[in-house]
């Protein structure tokens, strides 16, 4: 969807052009997308999808964690841009920020040096202020 939204809004300037940039963009967002998300996240907040017993729900729940922690690492190595994830915003840091909203404010976890350096300036956005505003989401002078 992030790779739709950017070619379908061409004004925006979130498809990067040069190609070793718009591949370092899809693998972030993929990353993201098909395993930080449903590999980790999920393990915890939907812990009965990965398995019927709740005698197990720990286990899911504690490789779900390792799962966010390996990912939240391999995401700060990635993060190439200073602060964004390319040489400019595209539709990888918005993909890569999501998972950094949830870690600092649903699990309380510090970023490694590139993601919090990310997350603070995505979360100056007026956008991103104001999605987080229109959900109900805490903000950014909260986490901390």
């Known amino acids: 969807i992030a790779i739709w939204l950017a070619k379908t809004t061409p004004e925006r300037n979130l498809m990067p052009e040069e190609p070793e940039e718009l591949a370092r963009a899809v693998e972030v967002a993929e990353f993201v997308s098909t395993n930080l998300h449903p590999q980790g996240f999920t393990r915890l907040g939907r812990t009965d ?73 995505m979360s100056t956005l007026p956008s991103v202020q104001r999605v987080i505003a229109k959900e109900g989401y805490p903000s950014q002078e909260r986490a901390v």
């Open 49 to 121: 999808k990965f398995t019927p017993n709740e005698a197990d729900y720990e286990a899911v729940r504690a490789r779900g964690r390792e799962i966010i922690d390996t990912g939240l690492a391999w995401l700060n190595g990635a993060i190439r841009g200073n602060p964004w994830v390319v040489g400019k915003m595209s539709f990888a840091d918005f993909s890569a920020f999501y998972v950094e909203y949830w870690a600092v404010h649903r699990l309380k976890l510090e970023l490694g040096p590139k993601c919090k350096a990310h997350f603070e300036r």
